[in-house]
């Protein structure tokens, strides 16, 4: 019986006695294996990307907005005359509705703002003191105008960090004065940064008073309760279908609209995020699939290279046998170089997929996420790949006939 | 004496396209421990396939033969492996030392698949190329050795598993006549100190050389002779 590391020194002798050809057999593995990891990386950290991007928006969420939904509820079109539909009392009632935590009325207007000299174009969304939770904002500094404040429609603002910026490069804005649409307007506060959703930047707002805004800021001449948009939260995940589904009843109960007709479109967060995912999962998949198929190529090189060396080394192995070895050891000796090469591949590529996964994350701008299982399989699949495509050549080489193989030159 | 070898009415068939060969045509005969006899005969003469079958290389067709205590015939392919690696050993006319390696690993090798402790078969490794007068060459491949001494690390390495038979295969035929003559003193001398060695050879002289030469012809023995000790130890 051969010692394990006796079988492990042969193999590894054999593999080193021609090292460009290993290199190269195994070249094939490192290739592989590299691409797997560095695609399904890619994919993970798009797919990261997007959630990171739909839970900056607010978790366990909500938004209703105006107009009929198309089919699936992800793409909504704005239907005609559906546009007002919204108002403050359909706030009320929602907030009746159990496990909401918080009901966040909006009112959307574009404006540009001037202060210390600088002038920039952003959105202002007029606002209640609930958006603040709702919408997962914080407040760096200063502090958010109240209730009743926003009744009041006090001239108060404040800034996300991108308009801090442009505006106030080097100063703090809290106290300051701005102008919007001719009116003058003092910073109360600074939110708290968000980053890029990847559509748009977040901290590109200015949160103010909803009354202020309908009376002064979107210039709509509709009526004066109507709202562009209300954001619901849930107080846990699990709620969110049951209450988008509540929503829905009580709209249409207050609306009077019919399923298929409906006036309000109530969008689920937590979906559309899953959609996403499902489509940047499909992408993974697809990246890891195309990548498999060279691991595929590597093994059957190794395969190749394998055949060549039992033919090559068929004296050698006649020898062997002549010298008491069984046709198991002969077995294991050719499969674990097989082994030894693909597995060496594998780490091999699991670092160049790793290096090359950090590059082209960095270069598109997404988060590196390689799952240590990923890499801990990337690394057991090209083992498989080794067992797989080594079988039969160490099968052939065990089954030589030590006769026939000592008279081979 | 006690007869290591028995071999009774041995027969060996091979399929050669249409035609049936019969490389061993009834083959009887015996040989004790301590012999040291040759096996001579031209080509085709049936003698490799006896030397096969006498190594475990192969089996026979019909007939019996047992070696110290195993009959061959009824061995599985594992057991032969076995019996290769703990009863025989072998000696070939082209030496089949494995280049990259050393003299020392060369003559190790039967002993890694004997499962043999590495420091152990080291040490054993290292005396029996000393006894075979290569102490100084250890770390020598095959390519830093003369034809004479990559034979002698052959021979070292046939001696590893303790064999109750050493079995050569014209293990002069590769050499010059004088290297020849050295490497069958030293049979003859491993001979003297005990080991049962059976020479295969065409060569008449080689044979003589040996204590007892067995002839054979078309796949039977046609004559079986003790040599002139004279010859033996010249």
Known sequence: MMRPADLVASATRALQANP?????TALGVIIGVSSVVAMVALGSGAQQQVQNSINSLGSNLLIVVPGAAQAGGVRMAVGGGGRDSLTLSDVDAISQIDGVVAVAPSQRGVAQIVANGLNWNTQVQGVTPAYLTARDWTVASGRMFDDTE???????????????????PNMDPVGQNIRISGGTYQVIG????????????????VLAPLTTVKRRISGRNGRADT???????????????????????LLRQRHHTAEGDDDFTVQNLASIAQTAQQTTQVFTYLLGGISAVSLLVGGIGIMNIMLVSVTERTREIGLRKAL??????????????????????????????????WLMTSLFNLPLVIAPTNAALAIAFSGLVGVVFGAYPAWRAARLDPIEALRRE | MDALITAENLVKLYQMGD?????????????PRGAYCAIVGPSGSGKSTLMNILGGLDTPTSGSIVIDGHDIGALDDETLAGFRNQTIGFVFQSFNLLARQTALENVELPMIYAGVDPKERRERAAELLTRVGLGQRLGHKPTQLSGGQQQRVAIARALAGQPALLLADEPTGALDTHTGEEILQLFADLNKEGATVVLVTHDLEVAAATRRTIEMRDGRIIGDHANTPELAHQ
Do not use: P
Not at chain 1, 227 to 235: D, E, F, M, R, T
């Open chain 1, 20 to 24: 460009l050809r290993s290199a190269l």
């Open chain 1, 190 to 205: 600074v939110l708290a940064a968000k980053g890029q959703t990847g559509f748009q930047d977040q901290d590109d707002i």
């Open chain 1, 324 to 357: 008491g070895a069984r046709q198991a050891d002969i077995l294991r000796q050719f499969g674990l170089e097989a082994v030894t090469l693909s597995i060496a591949g594998g780490i091999i590529g699991l670092l160049l997929g790793v290096l090359g996964a």
């Open chain 1, 227 to 249: 709202v562009s948009q209300i954001s619901v939260k849930a107080a846990s995940e699990n709620d969110l279908d049951r209450i988008q589904e509540d929503v829905t009843t």
């Open chain 1, 150 to 168: 926003e009744r009041q429609a006090r001239k108060e603002v404040l800034l996300g960090q991108t308009v801090v910026d442009n505006l106030f």
């Open chain 2, 19 to 31: 035609e049936t060969v019969r490389a061993l045509d009834g083959v009887s005969f015996s040989i």
